[in-house]
């Protein structure tokens, strides 16, 4: 993650847009589209722009520095607990119609995680504070699509990964040792194994396809 600041010169509209360098981003199966995300309104007078700059700056120096342990790798840790295994769910699912209704057999496609729609009350995994959890996100075989897994409140740094050759490789599966929130997974049978410490956060955190529609439908878990 990066926060930039950035000085305009002039009004301007700031978009997103639909290529495959955003998209990779995002993970390989994302839709990204075309749409206007904000708009910069040029201040009437330098008056008006001086106290809202200086305030920045202060706020700029006065935040605090993220801790050193919460991005020292962990490529060399060893965690204390067995790995958590996250297996993407995806199967299709055929739904019967009323007898007498007219309409047919639907077929529709489930996702889920571990076999399992997503559940507000469930927690499928329990972290303790300040100990390094190890995480094997893995894709079955019949799912030949790359879905991008995306972990809330923790970023995490990539350990491992297996990339079947069967398939080609999904556009940004990131390299190991790089620290993310945001991953494409290897599809068809592939895996990868991520690490992370918890340093200050109690509570419940998301983990979820950030193929949104996916997410919705049930593919995340607590």
């Not at 030949?144 to 990964?161: D, G, K, M, N, R």
């Not at 599966?173 to 997974?185: C, L």
Request: with cysteine.
């Amino acid at each position: 993650r990066a926060d930039l600041v950035v000085a305009c010169a002039r009004a301007a509209a700031v978009r997103s847009d639909a290529t495959q360098a955003v998209a990779s981003l995002l993970g390989n199966a994302v839709v990204a589209h075309n749409a206007t995300l904000f708009r910069v309104v040029p201040l009437p007078s330098e008056d008006q722009a001086r106290p809202l700059n200086e305030n920045l700056t202060a706020s700029l120096a006065a935040a605090e520095r993220p801790s050193p342990r919460l991005f020292a790798s962990l490529l060399e840790t060893t965690p204390p607990n067995p790995p958590f295994v996250f297996d993407w769910t995806q199967w299709a699912q055929r739904v019967r119609r009323p007898m007498g209704s007219g309409v047919g057999d639907a077929l529709y496609t489930f996702y889920g995680v571990n076999g399992h729609a997503y559940d507000e009350h469930a927690i499928a995994r329990v972290a303790r504070l300040g100990d390094v959890e190890e995480w094997i996100i893995r894709t079955p075989p019949n799912v030949t699509e790359s879905h991008p897994f995306h972990l809330h409140t923790h970023h995490f740094q990539i350990v491992a990964i297996n990339h079947p050759r069967t398939v080609a490789r999904p556009a940004d599966d990131g390299r190991v040792g790089d620290w993310r929130d945001t991953v494409a997974v290897p599809p068809a049978g592939g895996n990868l194994t991520i690490r992370f410490r918890p340093l200050d956060f109690t509570g419940v955190a998301l983990s979820h396809c950030h193929i949104l529609v996916h997410e919705d439908l049930g593919m995340a878990a607590n």
